[in-house]
């Protein structure tokens, strides 16, 4: 164990201030409840990014829908709009009723991110926002675009000629390269990611297939994005994606609450103070999680109510807004190693820009271990046909979680009576990319466990 000092204090003190970080070390499954949560409607007026920046976002994304229709043919049927289902899975909610006594009620829903068009991944809503704000500001400075033009002409040689004198770089465990490298490369620009050590080897081979330049790291996720920072700021054509720090990436993980709400309007489920929404994001840096969190706060305000999962190896966020050092503390400075199979949550740092715009808005933070990702996975291909990566299925933990250890929660919000109305969301965050023998060796990982 380090010895390190933390802002002029032992570990052992710290552990004394925090009786969470003993379980935490211990690798052992836990919930955190926030006790910095505020309610929602003072503390988004107090932040500097607002609905309206939501809304922007959301009109930005309309504007590319012309030309994404040309570039990606299978955005043809949601009209150039990138979205995924939303699905109720009430064949999942009896297998997590086996595992805690019938505690469920309410419904369970999933949010589809893993069937994203173009990535496969929730970093389709993000990392390809940022991407299109580049080039639409790039064309409207050079002349060759105006926000009332359709931007099918953005796919014009003298538009992808302007932009192949650009480039694009970016620090990524995988699926952030993936959405970047594929859009990037589509408009035009030269495009480098950074790859951290956990990178499966198929999103490398794919994304050097679409010509984008990889560079592979043998350390983690944090060293890959310093490195990629780094070389980005000696080249003033080039624009670096900062997954730690972007407003841009957050914005664009933001606009999926507004279409959520259309999709929860559809199915006809109301969210209101005796119908609570209780929704579980998986976690790496924090942008993608708290994007969406900050967009559900400005819509539902004290009615939704938001969880991030995280690894039980890698707790960054937990262990960041919990001891309020963000990314001044990493999870190998409490002795964790940070490996897990869960390779889009393998951050060891969480985004310091985040944790300070969520830390009064989210309502907890729990950590689950990787055995339980995969029988989630076996679980979920069995019952509901949907086939999911290891990041994807840590939401599917949080309403046990929620329902085993979080009554404090429950009662504070004046929630005890409510819990039958509740909707319960499961975000599902990656996986229609993975190569077919990948997504089987998962599910055969998650058959032993389940034997
Ligand atoms: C990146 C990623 C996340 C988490 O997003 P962050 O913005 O890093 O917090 C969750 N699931 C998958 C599959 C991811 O690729």
Not at 66 to 72: E, H, K, N, P, V
Request: hydrophobic share 40%; proline share 4%.
């Amino acid at each position: 164990m380090t010895t390190h000092l933390f802002h002029q204090k032992p570990l052992a003190t710290w552990m004394h201030e925090y009786p969470l970080l003993t379980p935490l070390i211990n690798k052992q499954e836990i919930l955190w409840i926030n006790p910095y949560i505020k309610p929602a409607q003072g503390e988004l007026s107090s932040l500097s990014l607002h609905t309206k920046d939501i809304k922007d976002a959301k009109e930005r994304l309309s504007r590319f829908s012309s030309f994404l229709q040309i570039a990606f043919p299978e955005l043809k049927a949601s009209k150039g709009i990138i979205e995924s289902p939303l699905q109720e899975i009430a064949y999942m909610k009896d297998y997590l009723n086996q595992q805690m006594n019938n505690m469920l009620q309410g419904k369970l829903l999933m949010k589809c991110d893993h069937d994203l068009p173009i990535s496969g991944s929730i970093k389709a809503r993000g990392g390809i926002y940022e991407v299109l704000k580049f080039a639409e500001s790039l064309a409207i400075k050079e002349g060759l675009l105006t926000e009332e033009d359709s931007y099918a002409l953005l796919a014009e040689e003298r538009c992808k000629k302007l932009f192949s004198s650009y480039s694009i770089a970016v620090g990524s465990t995988g699926n952030l390269g993936l959405s970047i490298g594929i859009m990037s490369a589509t408009l035009g620009f030269n495009v480098t990611v950074h790859m951290s050590a956990d990178a499966k080897k198929w999103k490398k081979d794919l994304l050097r297939s679409k010509g984008v330049t990889v560079i592979e790291y043998q350390s983690d996720y944090g060293k890959a994005v310093e490195e990629g920072r780094k070389q980005a700021e000696a080249d003033p054509a080039c624009h670096f994606i900062d997954d730690e720090q972007s407003r841009d990436l957050f914005l664009g993980y933001s606009v999926a609450a507004l279409r959520l709400k259309k999709q929860l309007a559809e199915l006809r489920i109301q969210v209101d103070a005796e119908h609570p929404l209780f929704v579980y994001l998986p976690c790496g840096v924090g942008g993608g999680p708290g994007g969406i969190t900050f967009g559900l706060k400005a819509i539902y305000g004290d009615h939704v109510h938001c969880f991030f999962a995280e690894p039980t190896h890698s707790p960054c966020m937990l262990l960041g807004l919990m001891t309020e050092l963000h990314d001044g503390i990493s999870v190998t400075d409490i002795g964790l190693d940070n490996a897990t199979a869960a390779d889009g949550l393998a951050v060891g740092r969480p985004s310091s820009f985040v944790g300070e715009t969520i830390k009064s808005l989210i309502s907890g933070i729990y950590t689950v271990e990787d055995d339980q990702l995969f029988r989630f996975i076996y679980e979920l291909a069995n019952r509901e046909n949907m086939y999911i990566e290891p990041s994807a299925a840590a939401g599917l933990q949080g309403p046990l979680h929620l329902m085993e250890s979080g009554s404090s929660y429950i009662q504070a919000q004046g929630l005890e009576n409510d819990m039958s109305k509740a909707t319960h969301l499961v975000w599902s965050t990656g996986g229609s990319m993975v190569p077919v023998e990948v997504m089987n060796s998962y599910y055969e990982q998650g058959k032993k466990f389940n034997e």
